[in-house]
């Protein structure tokens, strides 16, 4: 999908998540997405003042990482083991209860450090392989709770069912991370 942008001589409109920003630059430069468009040689459309320019370019599906299924479910799980940690007794307040709570919003925060690193394939596996480990670790803070009589069989079972599918997920982001590039 191709959009145009309008230049006036002097200032750049950038299209920014819904909004429009104006920049002024000296010298007849113009920045554009982070390139620098310099004045001149830009194509006058009929019926255009002298002075404007018009800029035609790509509009990018960059996606969002809320639409991610595995941060979608990644936050779910994380927020039913907020509520469910509630319960839990006071004197595990700063220790199981603090561990579980931080390793599966942990889980959520690396997915979207690997969101915003994405086009460096590398850096993107190794945000997803933390992603891995803090899911790992909330599976055995899971078993922990369980153990200790802190949440039922049900509770557990339905838990690290979701866990397992959340890893499962990231697994294969993993293993498959051009298709999130």
């Known amino acids: 999908m191709i959009t145009s942008l309008l230049v006036r001589k002097g200032f750049t409109v950038l ?3 819904g909004f429009y920003r104006r920049r002024e630059l000296g ?5 554009l997405g982070g390139g620098i468009i310099e004045a001149g040689g830009g ?3 009929a019926g255009e003042r002298k002075g404007n320019i018009k800029i ?3 509009k990018m599906d960059m996606g969002y990482y809320k639409d991610w299924l595995a941060f979608k479910k990644g936050y779910e799980l994380a927020m039913e083991i907020f509520m469910l940690s509630k319960q839990f007794p006071p004197e ?3 220790s199981l209860t ?3 709570r931080r390793s599966s919003r942990s889980v959520c925060t690396n997915l979207v450090e690997a969101y915003r690193r994405r086009r460096y394939k590398d850096y993107f596996i190794s945000k997803l392989n933390d992603c891995e480990t803090e899911n790992a670790e909330t599976q055995v803070w899971l078993d922990f709770s369980h153990d200790c ?3 039922t069989s049900e509770e557990y079972n339905l838990l690290t069912t979701k866990n397992d599918e959340v890893g499962k997920l990231i697994w294969y982001m ?3 991370p051009d298709k999130f590039s």
């Open 27 to 31: 010298g007849g430069r113009r920045e």
């Open 174 to 176: 993993i293993n498959n």
């Open 149 to 151: 009589k802190y949440i």
């Open 15 to 17: 299209l920014m998540r």
């Open 92 to 94: 595990e307040k700063y």
């Open 98 to 100: 603090n561990q579980l």
């Open 56 to 58: 035609n370019f790509k």
């Open 43 to 45: 194509r006058r459309e």
